[in-house]
Protein backbone atom coordinates (compact mmCIF):
# COMPACT_ATOMS: atom_id res chain seq x y z
CA UNK A 1 0.00 0.00 0.00
CA UNK A 2 1.19 3.35 -0.81
CA UNK A 3 2.52 5.79 1.95
CA UNK A 4 3.84 8.88 2.82
CA UNK A 5 4.71 9.89 6.15
CA UNK A 6 6.14 13.00 7.20
CA UNK A 7 8.33 14.38 10.49
CA UNK A 8 8.44 15.79 12.56
CA UNK A 9 4.74 16.90 12.93
CA UNK A 10 5.35 20.09 14.73
CA UNK A 11 8.66 22.22 14.91
CA UNK A 12 9.04 25.44 16.44
CA UNK A 13 11.99 27.81 14.99
CA UNK A 14 13.77 31.24 15.73
CA UNK A 15 13.60 33.12 13.41
CA UNK A 16 16.68 32.94 11.26
CA UNK A 17 17.15 29.17 12.69
CA UNK A 18 17.57 26.87 9.40
CA UNK A 19 16.19 23.22 9.27
CA UNK A 20 14.51 20.69 7.21
CA UNK A 21 11.55 18.80 6.80
CA UNK A 22 11.42 15.29 5.81
CA UNK A 23 8.65 13.32 4.26
CA UNK A 24 9.02 9.54 3.24
CA UNK A 25 7.43 7.32 0.88
CA UNK A 26 6.82 3.79 -0.41
CA UNK A 27 4.98 3.98 -3.75
CA UNK A 28 5.42 1.69 -6.42
CA UNK A 29 6.19 3.90 -9.41
CA UNK A 30 7.26 7.40 -8.37
CA UNK A 31 5.58 9.90 -10.63
CA UNK A 32 6.22 13.02 -9.02
CA UNK A 33 6.58 13.91 -5.24
CA UNK A 34 4.72 17.27 -4.54
CA UNK A 35 5.12 19.84 -1.77
CA UNK A 36 2.01 22.05 -0.52
CA UNK A 37 1.68 24.58 2.29
CA UNK A 38 -1.78 24.70 4.35
CA UNK A 39 -1.85 28.33 6.24
CA UNK A 40 -5.08 27.88 9.01
CA UNK A 41 -8.21 28.59 7.67
CA UNK A 42 -7.20 27.91 3.53
CA UNK A 43 -6.81 25.48 1.07
CA UNK A 44 -3.30 23.55 0.65
CA UNK A 45 -0.93 25.46 -2.03
CA UNK A 46 1.28 23.95 -4.00
CA UNK A 47 4.81 24.62 -4.04
CA UNK A 48 6.74 22.13 -5.77
CA UNK A 49 6.76 18.63 -7.92
CA UNK A 50 9.96 16.77 -8.06
CA UNK A 51 10.03 13.70 -10.56
CA UNK A 52 13.64 11.94 -10.14
CA UNK A 53 16.29 11.52 -7.40
CA UNK A 54 18.96 14.19 -6.99
CA UNK A 55 16.27 17.01 -8.65
CA UNK A 56 16.42 19.79 -6.55
CA UNK A 57 13.65 22.92 -6.52
CA UNK A 58 14.15 26.39 -5.00
CA UNK A 59 11.46 29.15 -3.90
CA UNK A 60 12.29 32.35 -1.80
CA UNK A 61 13.86 30.65 1.54
CA UNK A 62 12.45 26.90 0.40
CA UNK A 63 14.33 24.30 -1.10
CA UNK A 64 13.32 20.88 -2.10
CA UNK A 65 15.53 17.59 -2.35
CA UNK A 66 14.13 14.04 -3.59
CA UNK A 67 15.93 10.25 -2.70
CA UNK A 68 14.55 7.38 -4.13
CA UNK A 69 13.01 7.20 -0.21
CA UNK A 70 12.43 10.65 1.01
CA UNK A 71 11.89 13.97 0.13
CA UNK A 72 13.28 16.89 2.33
CA UNK A 73 12.36 20.95 2.55
CA UNK A 74 14.89 22.66 3.62
CA UNK A 75 14.07 26.21 4.79
CA UNK A 76 16.91 29.12 5.41
CA UNK A 77 16.86 31.72 7.54
CA UNK A 78 12.50 31.39 8.54
CA UNK A 79 10.58 34.21 8.68
CA UNK A 80 7.31 34.44 10.87
CA UNK A 81 5.43 34.60 7.03
CA UNK A 82 6.91 30.90 6.78
CA UNK A 83 4.75 29.44 9.34
CA UNK A 84 2.12 27.19 8.06
CA UNK A 85 1.63 23.49 7.65
CA UNK A 86 3.72 21.88 4.87
CA UNK A 87 2.42 19.09 2.87
CA UNK A 88 4.04 16.47 0.50
CA UNK A 89 1.86 14.00 -1.34
CA UNK A 90 2.71 11.20 -3.81
CA UNK A 91 0.13 10.04 -6.66
CA UNK A 92 -0.69 6.13 -6.60
CA UNK A 93 0.71 4.36 -9.40
CA UNK A 94 -1.61 4.37 -12.77
CA UNK A 95 -3.64 7.27 -10.79
CA UNK A 96 -4.39 10.78 -10.74
CA UNK A 97 -5.49 11.60 -7.09
CA UNK A 98 -2.93 12.59 -4.36
CA UNK A 99 -2.06 10.64 -1.35
CA UNK A 100 -1.23 13.45 1.27
CA UNK A 101 0.91 13.15 4.57
CA UNK A 102 -0.38 14.28 7.59
CA UNK A 103 2.11 17.16 7.20
CA UNK A 104 4.59 19.05 9.60
CA UNK A 105 3.49 22.24 11.26
CA UNK A 106 5.78 25.01 11.84
CA UNK A 107 5.82 28.28 13.73
CA UNK A 108 8.53 30.73 13.17
CA UNK A 109 9.04 32.80 16.62
CA UNK A 110 9.90 36.21 15.81
CA UNK B 1 -9.10 33.47 -12.53
CA UNK B 2 -11.63 33.30 -8.95
CA UNK B 3 -9.76 29.92 -8.67
CA UNK B 4 -11.92 26.93 -7.07
CA UNK B 5 -15.03 28.31 -5.10
CA UNK B 6 -16.55 26.19 -2.09
CA UNK B 7 -19.84 27.03 -0.46
CA UNK B 8 -21.12 27.52 2.37
CA UNK B 9 -17.92 28.29 4.52
CA UNK B 10 -19.60 27.42 7.23
CA UNK B 11 -22.16 25.05 8.10
CA UNK B 12 -23.39 23.67 11.38
CA UNK B 13 -26.18 20.98 11.42
CA UNK B 14 -27.89 19.04 13.49
CA UNK B 15 -27.47 14.78 13.30
CA UNK B 16 -29.80 13.47 11.15
CA UNK B 17 -30.18 16.29 8.51
CA UNK B 18 -29.26 16.45 5.05
CA UNK B 19 -25.68 18.99 4.12
CA UNK B 20 -25.13 19.75 0.50
CA UNK B 21 -21.66 20.98 0.07
CA UNK B 22 -20.84 22.68 -3.64
CA UNK B 23 -17.83 23.66 -5.94
CA UNK B 24 -17.23 25.41 -8.82
CA UNK B 25 -14.01 24.25 -10.24
CA UNK B 26 -11.46 26.33 -12.23
CA UNK B 27 -12.63 27.39 -15.48
CA UNK B 28 -11.12 24.65 -17.97
CA UNK B 29 -9.84 22.30 -15.50
CA UNK B 30 -11.33 18.96 -16.05
CA UNK B 31 -10.29 16.62 -13.04
CA UNK B 32 -12.41 16.92 -9.85
CA UNK B 33 -11.61 16.26 -6.08
CA UNK B 34 -13.09 16.28 -3.12
CA UNK B 35 -10.57 15.78 0.35
CA UNK B 36 -11.64 15.72 3.87
CA UNK B 37 -9.45 17.11 6.38
CA UNK B 38 -9.34 16.26 9.89
CA UNK B 39 -6.51 16.73 12.75
CA UNK B 40 -6.95 12.64 13.04
CA UNK B 41 -6.75 11.29 9.94
CA UNK B 42 -5.16 14.40 7.84
CA UNK B 43 -6.35 14.57 3.77
CA UNK B 44 -8.40 12.33 2.50
CA UNK B 45 -9.61 11.74 -1.02
CA UNK B 46 -13.43 10.73 -1.04
CA UNK B 47 -13.91 11.15 -4.85
CA UNK B 48 -12.50 11.65 -8.12
CA UNK B 49 -14.23 13.02 -11.21
CA UNK B 50 -12.53 13.53 -14.93
CA UNK B 51 -14.85 14.93 -17.27
CA UNK B 52 -17.42 14.82 -15.10
CA UNK B 53 -17.12 10.97 -14.89
CA UNK B 54 -16.44 9.68 -11.26
CA UNK B 55 -13.64 7.67 -11.72
CA UNK B 56 -12.61 6.66 -8.39
CA UNK B 57 -14.83 6.47 -5.07
CA UNK B 58 -13.20 4.30 -2.94
CA UNK B 59 -12.94 7.20 -0.09
CA UNK B 60 -16.24 7.78 0.54
CA UNK B 61 -17.06 6.59 3.68
CA UNK B 62 -20.29 5.08 3.36
CA UNK B 63 -23.52 5.22 1.52
CA UNK B 64 -24.61 8.33 3.34
CA UNK B 65 -21.84 10.31 1.07
CA UNK B 66 -22.97 11.05 -2.62
CA UNK B 67 -21.19 13.00 -5.48
CA UNK B 68 -22.00 14.42 -8.72
CA UNK B 69 -21.37 16.52 -11.24
CA UNK B 70 -23.49 17.76 -13.49
CA UNK B 71 -21.73 19.45 -15.85
CA UNK B 72 -17.67 20.85 -15.54
CA UNK B 73 -18.55 23.84 -13.94
CA UNK B 74 -20.34 22.55 -10.70
CA UNK B 75 -20.22 19.70 -8.00
CA UNK B 76 -21.76 18.65 -5.38
CA UNK B 77 -21.09 16.38 -2.04
CA UNK B 78 -23.97 15.54 -0.06
CA UNK B 79 -24.22 13.80 3.06
CA UNK B 80 -27.52 12.03 4.28
CA UNK B 81 -28.09 11.78 7.05
CA UNK B 82 -25.55 13.67 8.93
CA UNK B 83 -23.54 12.43 11.59
CA UNK B 84 -21.04 13.87 14.14
CA UNK B 85 -17.87 11.65 13.08
CA UNK B 86 -18.51 13.33 9.85
CA UNK B 87 -17.43 17.06 11.31
CA UNK B 88 -14.66 18.29 9.39
CA UNK B 89 -13.05 20.32 6.72
CA UNK B 90 -14.11 19.40 3.04
CA UNK B 91 -12.05 20.48 -0.07
CA UNK B 92 -12.88 20.81 -3.38
CA UNK B 93 -9.75 20.68 -5.54
CA UNK B 94 -9.69 20.83 -9.31
CA UNK B 95 -6.49 20.13 -12.34
CA UNK B 96 -6.05 20.11 -15.77
CA UNK B 97 -5.06 16.56 -16.91
CA UNK B 98 -1.91 16.69 -19.39
CA UNK B 99 -0.57 20.21 -18.44
CA UNK B 100 0.91 19.80 -14.92
CA UNK B 101 -1.05 16.99 -13.87
CA UNK B 102 -1.59 16.37 -10.22
CA UNK B 103 -1.34 19.71 -9.73
CA UNK B 104 -4.19 20.51 -7.59
CA UNK B 105 -5.80 23.79 -7.03
CA UNK B 106 -8.03 23.76 -3.73
CA UNK B 107 -10.50 26.11 -2.77
CA UNK B 108 -10.74 27.61 0.63
CA UNK B 109 -13.11 24.68 2.11
CA UNK B 110 -16.16 23.74 3.98
CA UNK B 111 -15.73 23.08 7.82
CA UNK B 112 -18.69 21.15 8.46
CA UNK B 113 -20.14 20.99 12.41
CA UNK B 114 -22.79 18.40 13.01
CA UNK B 115 -23.75 18.29 16.78
Known amino acids: EDQVTQSPEALRLQEGESSSLNCSYT??????LFWYRQDPGKGPEFLFT???AGEEKEKERLKATLTKKESFLHITAPKPEDSATYLC???????????FGTGTRLTIIP | DAGVIQSPRHEVTEMGQEVTLRCKPI?????LFWYRQTMMRGLELLIY????????DSGMPEDRFSAKMPNASFSTLKIQPSEPRDSAVYFC?????????????FGAGSRLTVL
Open chain 2, 49 to 56: FNNNVPID
Open chain 1, 89 to 99: AVPPFGNEKLT
Open chain 2, 93 to 105: ASSARGSGANVLT
Open chain 1, 27 to 32: VSGLRG
Open chain 2, 27 to 31: SGHNS
Open chain 1, 50 to 52: LYS
